[in-house]
């Protein structure tokens, strides 16, 4: 709208069209009310346990939701020239070309995470750390669309009162989940020498079932020389 322009047209009855700019007031008080509910919840859990003397369990899980229920109103109202004798245009939409858009999706996510460690020194320089553990990660999300026009009145905007002539509905969804089992042993000698061998097994849904999983081990040596005695002194 132009704020250098009237709202009403010269007898005050109507809405001006402000030399096509549009009438800001006249959207603002006739336009109907969208509605776009968007919301997300996010959650996570942790427990950590001891059940022995250096056996220590972990166990996470963590769940995201959401949302949308979306509802778009384009309905019609004319805008008038000054001295009322026409109407230039109407705002929004045109009088048989009014419509309802609506848009509905949910989401889950969902993580799942458990291992155990066990961490213990024998003779005072024979230390062994080993964990063992598996995960899983999966999403879903479904969707759905659907939009009417040329309602027959602009009082009541339920989806099924539009013209079928040039309705359209739509809507899909996806899911995936990643799993994976994974484990490490850990060797130390003398806090000098460190040896360490660690296993994973990951699956994806994404890959073609003949591809889906993986093995993948790998393994690591160190050597921490400044504890040798020619190197302390």
Do not use: C
């Amino acid at each position: 709208g132009m704020p250098n322009h009237p709202v009403y047209t010269q007898s005050g009855q109507h809405y001006f069209a402000q030399g096509g700019w549009g009438n800001a007031v006249a959207m603002a008080r006739e336009g109907e009310t969208a509605n776009f509910d968007n919301r997300n919840i996010n959650t996570n859990f942790k427990l950590v346990g001891t059940i022995l003397p250096g056996l220590r369990v972990n166990l996470q899980t963590g769940i995201n939701y959401g949302y949308a229920r979306n509802k778009d109103i384009a309905n019609s109202f004319p805008l008038y020239n000054w001295d009322e004798s026409s109407i230039v245009y109407y705002s929004i939409a045109n009088p048989d070309q009014t419509w309802v858009s609506l848009y509905n999706a949910e989401n889950t996510y969902r993580n799942f995470t458990g291992y155990v460690e066990f961490n213990r020194t024998f003779a005072g320089q024979h230390q062994l750390d080993i964990m063992a553990g598996a995960s899983q990660e999966e999403n879903d999300f479904d969707w759905f669309s659907a939009f009417r026009n040329n309602f027959a009145n602009d009082e009541v905007w339920s989806i099924n009162l539009g013209s079928t002539a040039n309705m359209s509905n739509d809507g899909g969804g996806s899911h995936w989940a990643i799993r994976s089992f994974f484990s490490r042993i850990g060797y130390v000698f003398a806090n000098k020498y460190m040896l360490e061998a660690n296993l994973r097994y990951d699956g994806s849904s994404r890959f073609h079932p003949d591809t889906r999983w993986g093995l993948f081990p790998g393994i690591s040596a160190g050597w921490r020389v400044s504890e040798e005695k020619f190197i302390r002194g």
